[in-house]
């Protein structure tokens, strides 16, 4: 067993790691739950009886395989695909793929055209932003062949960004490079701030089959620079005070937008997920709302804070406190990060308002349960770090179809989520006065409370998960799913139920329901859908192991269509064709579908090198799926980059910078996808 910051002084050399990750930051002394798994006969006999074997790699050495496929109810009809190290993608037989969207993509006022490396920051600004995400598809009057292509820009590969300009210097996937007096070039700092945020895109299928963006009053392009404004409980305070916004109302950007949630009343939520590494904060003291989110003492990821001419709008990155109060610097910045941000794609003037109720943390997403008229609303969010929580929030007033917005996510409880031992759970409210919130414990207010989120759900004493990705909801069952990626740094002093593996590699699904499918209680029944791994390291809730139809490893994105299918997506990190480790067996980045009531997965679809797939979603008749590639090329060595060579062709293939992009798959037949 390694032992993480032994074995990894710098977490960025540690398997899996993602251009973009944080540090983990969970130093509080929470309960891991060892003593209390010790004391569980077993619920599901695997829970105990694997952990000893499945932590030692020898896992399912005595269980027959019965193969996956053994039994089906119909749902899934295509036929899987094989595990790919080709720098393509692949589909099963009878399905097509086109390409959309790209990185560069003309969208908004001047449609500038994409220049390979080579655009201005301006021109970035009204082109598709970089490294595709999350994203939903909003049918123009519920139409499957025209309308809105909202989707998130995590984060950037500032080498491929300004590939033109960066010609022949060695760098990898994180360097950006500094002039000699210590600047960073103002234009490229507007364009990896440019490169960011969210692209809403009018699409149309034409007659010929083919989908593109079409020229709309409604496309838009959300980034780092955009007014945002706040809501709930933390808008106004204190904490939310600077030199932009006096009043704690207003703020400037998104970022680091990972997944997403479509709300009830059609609108769409992006998530901001690692934030804390844009800033830096040198002060001797850093305040708990910085440092339990893992804001770097040193350095800044892009260095943002140092663009040439000193502008207000770059230089916020330094969270130091310079001035004489929170009015007069940019202290209280990383506090106006952190949140789900609400956004009316079909207003292209709409102000992005960040909801503060539904708490601060790195937010993967969200994910709303079926809204019930006469019902609160219920969404559930995951914060994506080592050790950190799976939470929900519930409305305090009820939702009415006719009325809903987003001022129902205003007012409410948010919770964070207990897994126990014997397959109950149960949601802790992180409310004042409720699991030790208490001034006297150091939470003196509601917002203070949300704005502190993580150390509010430490009090609570919360489970510390592997990662908690996508979640889901399955329309029919009402059961929540949630992707759990892996944790390499969990040790055998640290298992538990729901998180049964040291040095996690590879990840499981974990899915809970509650009694009436009412997702308003606070008791809920889990378990673990799959343990993913190779065959000899995973297991199904049907006691069945994968083979070579559906082993794969770090589920991230997952969602269940309107057929119950279950869509998983992988992100091992940067993934070559020469990768080695624990990940090797897996090839490249995959998407599977799996069958929640029999437990079968099928592998749909494989990637190009050094990406991972993340972002599905269908238009309303189930016949186009939307999916995205995210960062081909990434694992590419400096060397390489030195060299003109990119690491990937996807999309071009005609030798210029590998681009993110949307796959628009289909049927030859014009049938739904997955059947
Ligand atoms: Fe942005 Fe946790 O994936
Ligand atoms: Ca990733
Ligand atoms: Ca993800
Ligand atoms: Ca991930």
Redesign the pocket.
């Known amino acids: 067993m390694k032992d993480f910051e032994q074995d990894y002084p710098d977490f960025r050399a540690a398997p899996h790691y993602e251009h973009g990750d944080e540090a983990p930051s969970n130093r509080s002394a929470n309960p891991t739950m060892y003593d209390v798994i010790a004391a569980r006969a077993s619920r599901r006999g695997f829970l105990v009886g694997g952990l000893a074997a499945i932590a030692t790699g020898v896992f399912g050495a005595g269980l027959t395989p019965r193969g996956a496929l053994a039994s089906t109810t119909g749902l899934l009809g295509f036929a899987p695909v094989p595990l790919s190290k080709e720098d393509t993608v692949v589909v099963p037989a009878g399905y097509k793929v086109q390409i959309l969207a790209p990185w560069g993509a003309p969208l908004t006022g001047d449609m500038p055209a994409f220049v390979p490396g080579g655009n201005t920051g301006a021109e970035q600004g009204m082109q598709v932003g970089m490294h595709h995400?999350g994203m939903h598809f909003y049918g123009i009057d519920g139409s499957s062949t025209d309308g809105l292509l909202v989707f998130n820009h995590?984060y950037i590969e500032p080498r491929f960004l300004h590939a033109a300009a960066w010609k022949g210097q060695a760098l990898d996937g994180d360097m950006v490079v500094f002039a000699a007096d210590g600047s960073r070039d103002a234009d490229e700092v507007l364009k990896e701030m440019n490169a960011h945020g969210v692209s809403v895109a009018r699409i149309r299928r034409g007659a010929d089959g083919q989908w593109a963006i079409v020229a709309d009053p409604m496309n838009r392009r959300i980034t780092a620079l955009t007014d945002m404004a706040f809501s709930g409980p933390v808008a106004g305070s204190a904490h939310l005070i600077t030199r932009f916004s006096p009043d704690g109302t207003r703020s400037r950007g998104t970022l680091?937008n990972?997944?997403y949630g479509a709300t009830p009343w059609n609108t769409y939520m992006t998530a901001e997920?690692?934030w804390a590494g844009y800033f830096v904060n040198a002060d001797a003291e850093m305040p708990r709302a910085h440092k339990r989110y893992g804001v770097s003492a040193e350095e800044s990821r892009y260095g943002w804070e140092k663009a040439a001419g000193g502008a207000d709008e770059t230089m916020r990155f330094n969270a130091a406190a310079t001035g004489n109060s929170a009015a007069a610097d940019y202290r209280n910045e990383p506090n106006t990060f952190g949140y789900m941000v609400e956004i009316d794609p079909f207003d292209p003037a709409s102000v992005p308002v960040k909801r503060t109720h539904l708490g601060r943390f790195a937010h993967?997403g969200v994910v709303f349960a079926p809204a019930v008229a006469g019902k609160p609303v219920v969404c559930y969010s995951g914060d994506?770090s080592r050790f950190e929580y799976i939470y929900k929030f519930v409305s305090a007033a009820p939702y009415d179809p006719a009325t809903a917005d987003g001022t129902l996510l205003d007012t409410g409880t948010l919770y964070v989520a207990r897994f126990n031992e014997d397959g109950s759970g149960d949601w802790l409210a992180l409310a004042p006065g409720e699991n030790g919130l208490t001034p006297e414990n150091g939470f003196a207010d509601l917002a203070d409370i949300l704005v502190n989120t993580r150390a509010a759900a430490d009090q609570a004493g919360a489970t510390k998960m592997d990662?908690p990705?996508w979640g889901t909801v399955d329309p029919n069952t009402g059961e929540v799913y949630f992707t759990l990626?892996n944790n390499n740094r969990r040790d055998m002093t640290q298992v538990d139920a729901v998180n049964p593996r040291a040095e996690n590699n590879f990840g499981q699904i974990v899915r809970w329901k509650y009694d009436a499918a009412d997702h308003t209680r606070t008791a809920f029944r889990w378990e673990l859908f799959v343990i993913a791994g190779t065959a000899r390291t995973s297991l199904t809730f049907k006691d069945e192991v994968l083979n070579d139809d559906n082993i794969f490893a770090c589920p991230?994105g997952i969602w269940c269509d309107p057929n119950s299918r279950l869509w998983i997506q992988t992100?091992m990190g940067d993934i070559g064709p020469d990768q080695s480790g624990p990940l090797e067996p897996f090839g490249m980045n995959q998407m599977l579908a799996a069958d929640p009531a029999t437990g079968e997965i099928r592998r749909f679809l494989t990637g190009p090198w050094g990406q991972e797939i993340?972002g599905v979603i269908a238009t309303p008749d189930g016949t186009t799926m939307f999916v995205n590639v995210q960062h081909p090329g990434a694992h590419g060595s400096p060397e390489d980059f030195a060299a003109g060579k990119f690491g990937s062709g996807f999309p071009d293939y005609n030798g210029t910078v590998p681009r993110s992009a949307t796959l628009v798959i289909s049927r030859e037949d014009g049938g739904v996808i997955g059947a």
């Open positions: 995400d995590e680091n990972c997944a997920e690692n993967e994506d990662r990705e990626t991230d992100d993340t």
